[in-house]
């Protein structure tokens, strides 16, 4: 499958590097903004707005290096598609929550509504890239334009944006590239597909050991656990499915769709695991 669009369409502050996170340049926002639950992703309760028990004083987690065997599995898979560093650094022009304290709520509460919007602009990079429909590619360009306005603004202008309102118009479009770019694998002459390949699927466990499940719409589909090594994953959309413990050994994700750093770092796989170029090969993958 090539790409109908090799350079994004725009001008873009955010391509997709842009999107990826640079903890260096964030205040830990992801380890203070946001509360999690004891459970087997995060081995203690914390309440969201306070720094996590594990965070240094210069923003750096003390227990990098060990996070998935102390039981922090979630830390390892998070990922905040650029809003960390974006709040800290533009909005807050590089003053931390802790050097300016006041600006705490402020700080978590545009970092929650940053991290949706950046993570919309994620899909709609792809969108416009994959679709072949220049009316399409039209729309998601406007789409990111104005979410890229709301980012591009102050802050009363971020937490008033109605991001509930740009999902439903990005999904739209998400939907209507899907199909585009999965109808091209059947007309290539995919197998028959398995009437259990569909959106939102209890697949947990199942096994599609070194199956072709090309163009397949799993959308929202439980694929915990899921055996899919060796596996040919071309063209499957893969918008918000749950990869937890998936088996990705061998398989080929390289032009899966709407697959996402979080996704992947949830999952097991190896250095024969094809990835998408935008996205990085979990540092758990190689070391088993
Ligand atoms: S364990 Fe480390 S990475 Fe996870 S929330 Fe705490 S400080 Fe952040």
């Known amino acids: 499958m090539t790409s109908a669009n090799t350079s994004d369409p725009i001008s873009s502050a955010f391509d997709r590097q842009s999107l990826r996170p640079d903890c260096g340049n964030c205040f830990a926002l992801c380890c203070t903004a946001f509360g999690f639950s004891r459970s087997a992703d995060f081995a203690l309760d914390k309440p969201a707005g306070t720094p996590c028990q594990n965070l240094d004083q210069d923003f750096s987690c003390t227990i990098h290096d060990s996070l998935r065997p102390r039981g922090f599995r979630g830390c390892t898979a998070f990922d905040c598609f650029g809003a960390g560093q974006n709040v800290s650094q533009q909005f807050f022009a590089g003053k931390s929550w802790l050097a300016e304290p006041d600006t705490k709520d402020d700080m978590f509460a ?4 940053a991290r949706q919007l950046h993570e919309m602009l994620w899909y709609l990079v792809e969108a416009g890239r994959r679709t072949f429909d220049p009316e399409i590619a039209g729309q998601a360009e406007r789409l990111r334009n104005t979410i890229e306005q709301a980012l591009g603004g102050d802050l009363t202008k971020l937490l008033s944006t109605d991001a509930q309102d740009l999902h439903s118009h990005v999904r739209c ?24 390949l569909k959106p939102g ?34 063209g499957v959309d893969l918008l918000g499915a749950d990869l937890r413990d998936a088996r990705l050994e061998g398989a080929d994700l390289s032009s899966a769709l ?31």
């Open 173 to 196: 479009i998400l939907m209507e590239v899907s199909e585009e770019v999965r109808a091209s694998y059947f007309a290539a002459g995919g197998e028959h597909l398995d009437a259990a």
């Open 110 to 113: 545009a970092f929650k509504a």
């Open 201 to 234: 699927a209890d697949l947990m466990s199942r096994n599609f050991r070194s199956r072709r499940l090309c163009g397949a719409d799993l959308r929202g589909a439980y694929l915990i656990a899921a055996d899919l090594r060796g596996s040919d994953l071309s």
């Open 258 to 288: 709407y697959l996402t750093q979080p996704q992947l770092n949830a999952a097991h796989g190896n250095q024969a695991t094809r990835v998408p170029a935008d996205l990085d090969v979990p540092s758990h993958w190689h070391n088993g």
